[in-house]
Structures are given as C-alpha cells and as structure tokens.
C-alpha cells in the first residue's frame, strides 16, 4: 500500500481481555515504531524494530506490552489483560532509515482502543 | 507549549497571518528536533526537521528556529491557510531510537 496501514481502527474491550493490533509498514522501510496516544496528550515511545536487529522495548509501559515483527514486515502490539488506563490510540510509523539518520516517521492513523 | 491533560494550548490566528509556535525541550544533549502535523483523527505528518549545528532552517512556508541556549524551538508558518488547522508538535532525539514528544499546540485558522 502507498502509507502505514493499522489495524483495527477501532477497539471496544473489557477490562481484563487481551488485544492485538498490527501494522503494515510501508514496503522497504527498515525501521518500524510503536507510540501511544492518550487523548489530548503527545505520543509516547513503546518499541522500535530495526531490520533483524533485537528491538528497543524500552517504552513499554509493563510486562503485560509486547510486540512481534517478522523481518522488515507486519509487527503486531499485543496487550494482555487490558486495564482502563491502556485507552489510547496506539500509533505504528516506519522510515526508510532510522533515527538519528532521519526524524521523518511515515505514520498510520491508528488503532483507538478503548477499555472499558 | 506543554499540554495539561486534554487542555492544548490553543494559538487562533487569521488566515493570511504568520502563525509561531513555540516549543520548550527538555534536554541540553538533544541534537535531532522535529516538527509534525496531526490533523484530526490521523497519525502525525513530518513537517521539517532541524540538527543542532544549525539555528534555522526553512521549508515552504515553513521556518524553524532553534536556540539552545535558552533550549527552545519555534515553527513559523507563513501566511497562515485553513488547511493548516491542526495540532502541531514538537519532538526531539538524542541519539537511539527514540523520539521524545511535546505535549502539542492546537493551531485554529479563522477564515
């Protein structure tokens, strides 16, 4: 596809269930993030995956966080055992290099979860 | 600008106007500052960008100012246009991988 493509775009759960949400990078874009949103706030750093390297997880918020990328593709952001507080839109962006190289992160349009 | 909660700082400017906004970072080792877009129920959208061995730099119709003296930063947007309604933030690297955002500036553009 021609942008960042995330699903779902939107996600009703209840307190207590697990949730998947992916991302579909931009073809031959090596660096791949995840940031959360909570409303009305900036973007807060989770994870970073470069290429085959081993990734930086260390924005994620607790153990209950993890996140999987196969290759330079799909990356998938699972939350397991949802609180309240995990209400957020959780934003994928990839580039074809990564930071410091360049700070221009193509980003998707989120997946909004809401737990209730 | 920094945020409290869902309350933005809010710049109301009228179309045709120059529009500045500011931002404060936090960290003196930044080297890497970034301005981008959020429109509306979409992700954010790089603007321009701007290293620490510079102190301006400018886009179409774009301007970033850096003074690292003082640790702040400002997006000038010239002849400000209703398309350009949108929440603007800024977001600093210092080295790694990470990008460290501001907490946003609401721009609204009065016809």
């Known amino acids: 596809g021609a942008g960042v493509s995330q699903s779902p775009s939107n996600k009703v759960t209840e307190k207590g269930k697990d949730v998947e949400l992916r991302c579909d990078p931009i073809?031959?874009?090596?660096?791949l993030y995840w940031y959360r949103q909570r409303l009305g706030q900036g973007l807060e750093f989770l994870i970073y995956f470069q290429g085959n390297s081993a990734p930086d997880k260390s924005g994620l918020p607790s153990d209950r966080f993890s996140a999987e990328r196969t290759g330079e593709s799909v990356s998938t952001l699972t939350i397991q055992r949802t609180q309240q507080e995990d209400s957020a839109v959780y934003l994928c962006a990839s580039s074809y290099n990564p930071l410091p190289n360049t700070g221009e992160l193509f980003f998707g349009e989120g997946s909004r979860l809401t737990v209730l | 600008g920094e945020s409290v909660g869902l309350h933005l700082p809010t710049l109301s400017v009228q179309e045709g106007d120059n529009s500045i906004i500011n931002c404060a970072y936090s960290n003196s080792a930044s080297d890497y500052f970034i301005w981008y877009k959020q429109e509306s129920g979409k992700g954010p959208q790089f603007i321009i960008d701007?290293?620490?061995?510079?102190d301006k730099r400018q886009g179409q119709r774009v301007t970033v100012l850096l003074n690292k003296t003082v640790k702040h930063l400002s997006l000038q947007i010239a002849a400000t246009q209703p398309g350009d309604s949108a929440v603007y933030f800024c977001?600093?690297?210092?080295?790694?991988?990470?990008?460290?955002f501001g907490g946003g500036t609401r721009l609204m553009v009065k016809p």
């Open positions: 701007i290293r620490s061995n510079m």
């Open positions: 073809s031959g874009h090596t660096a």
């Open positions: 977001a600093e690297n210092r080295a790694g991988n990470m990008l460290t």
